[in-house]
């Protein structure tokens, strides 16, 4: 029994790192392969697939593509431009507490990518170490992600809780947990960005480059085409979705129907109000529906949902299949410790470069070790481990849109800037969410 758990382990772990080779949609197809195997060579019983998790981020997506062809997204991002730009001095504070903030509510660490070189030219032109808040911005983008009312990672959570039977345990507990703990670690990692390498006017390698011309000068706004028409309304409408998701969540009366026993679970409400926000978006703005399959949201929320498809499939089947040996197994250091667990989370979301994935594939285990809800929320986000190993493709653009080269893979590869912010961050969070699931239950 032992020798197949192991080998089911290695058709785990083997489908992951094929997946995380092709990355996109390769994560989910060798999710798919690997649990084949696991039925066809060792008579593993699937489990159903994520059903709701992938309803829900397919309802949030839809919203947030309408958004994005009518110009919302751009009107957002033109905001979090004023922010940033008006407050230059402060630039490695504002600009993660911008990134936080509007991945936070847009549901996406993809609005990061417009706003990097506005980030860059803001500290150039100031004179600070451009890597400071390109590094720690990048990392606050995907922090938000374990904090958002609409992000996938977030529905995975809520629907795993839904599926194991605690419904109790939902959005509003992650939001009073995941929101201070993550702006908290984002703020420390701010503070101590500040103090990485040295400042431009005393970094000799930036110096050399600059004299050579190896840099470009700082250069002025940039002026960009208007705004479309519906961008304004876009945004305010799918806003509105938002704080109607987060209403209903805290409180239960507003969803609970005449001569019910019981509220309706917040999965169906989040897939009802996304749904009808994206429809009406759609009937306000006029926007060319054509256009909503070619945005880059959509892409970006598709390739999210094949990977959970696949690869948490895969993760629940293995673990559901031997859990009777793997729960005892690790049982009682995870219930004398549970806050070990959040390292499993963290190297596992290294791999699978996927919050949503990760939670979906390892959340379950957290509760089959009988770990309690509130603090399985606070490790919510030791998921955001992707910036371990510098691949990721929002700190490839950080580095490529810093042309002061100050934003680096360092020598050795692990020494990268994103990798003292990401630490202190991810840790801060978990530890700061930590204290406050035992002080709010």
Request: proline content about 7%; some cysteine.
């Amino acid at each position: 029994m032992a020798v197949s758990i192991i080998l089911q382990f290695a058709v785990v772990l083997l489908a992951i790192w094929l997946g995380a080779r092709y990355s996109g949609v390769g994560l989910g197809l060798w999710g798919g392969v690997g649990l084949l195997v696991l039925v066809v060579v060792f008579g593993v019983n699937p489990t159903s697939p994520p059903i709701d998790v992938m309803l829900i981020i397919l309802a949030v997506i839809m919203a947030a593509s309408v958004m994005d062809a009518a110009g919302g997204i751009d009107f957002l991002v033109r905001i979090a431009e004023g922010i940033i730009r008006a407050n230059p001095r402060y630039v490695t504070i504002v600009a993660p507490l911008t990134t936080w903030s509007f991945t936070f509510v847009a549901g996406t660490g993809h609005i990061v990518y417009p706003l990097l070189p506005v980030i860059y030219e803001t500290a150039h032109q100031t004179g600070i170490r451009p890597e400071r808040p390109m590094a720690v911005a990048t990392i606050a983008s995907q922090q938000a992600i374990t904090a958002s009312p609409v992000a996938a990672a977030t529905a995975a959570m809520i629907g795993l809780f839904a599926e194991k039977g605690v419904p109790q345990w939902g959005l509003p507990q992650i939001l009073m947990i995941c929101v201070p703990s993550t702006l908290v670690g984002v703020l420390a990692a701010a503070i101590v960005s500040m103090f990485i390498g040295k400042d431009l006017a005393k970094d000799a390698e930036y110096q050399a480059r600059l004299k050579e011309g190896r840099v470009p000068p700082p250069k002025a706004t940039e002026q960009r085409p208007p705004l479309q028409p519906a961008a304004k309304a876009s945004a305010l409408m799918f806003l509105g979705g938002v704080a109607l998701v987060v209403l209903f969540g805290f409180f239960p009366a507003l969803r609970t129907l005449p001569g019910a026993k019981g509220p309706l679970a917040m999965p169906i409400v989040i897939e009802i109000v996304m749904l009808a926000v994206a429809a009406l978006m759609l009937l306000v703005t006029k926007v060319d529906v054509d256009a909503v399959p070619k945005t880059p949201t959509l892409r970006a929320g598709v390739v999210a949902v094949i990977g959970i498809f696949g690869l948490a499939w895969l993760g629940d089947s293995f673990i559901s299949a031997n859990k009777d040996i793997i729960v005892p197994a690790i049982g009682r250091f995870a219930q004398a410790a549970p806050w070990t667990f959040a390292f499993g989370l963290f190297f596992a979301s290294v791999l699978l470069y996927s919050q949503a994935a990760t939670t979906r594939a390892l959340m379950p285990l957290g509760i089959a070790l009988g770990i309690p809800p509130q603090f399985l929320i606070a490790m919510f986000p030791s998921v955001n481990g992707y910036f371990f190993i510098p691949t990721y493709g929002s700190l490839i653009a950080a580095i490529n849109f810093d042309l002061s080269g100050t934003t680096r893979i360092g020598k050795y590869v692990l020494n990268h800037s994103f990798m003292i912010p990401g630490l202190v961050a991810t840790a801060t969070a978990v530890v700061t969410g930590l204290f406050l699931a035992r002080v709010m239950f």
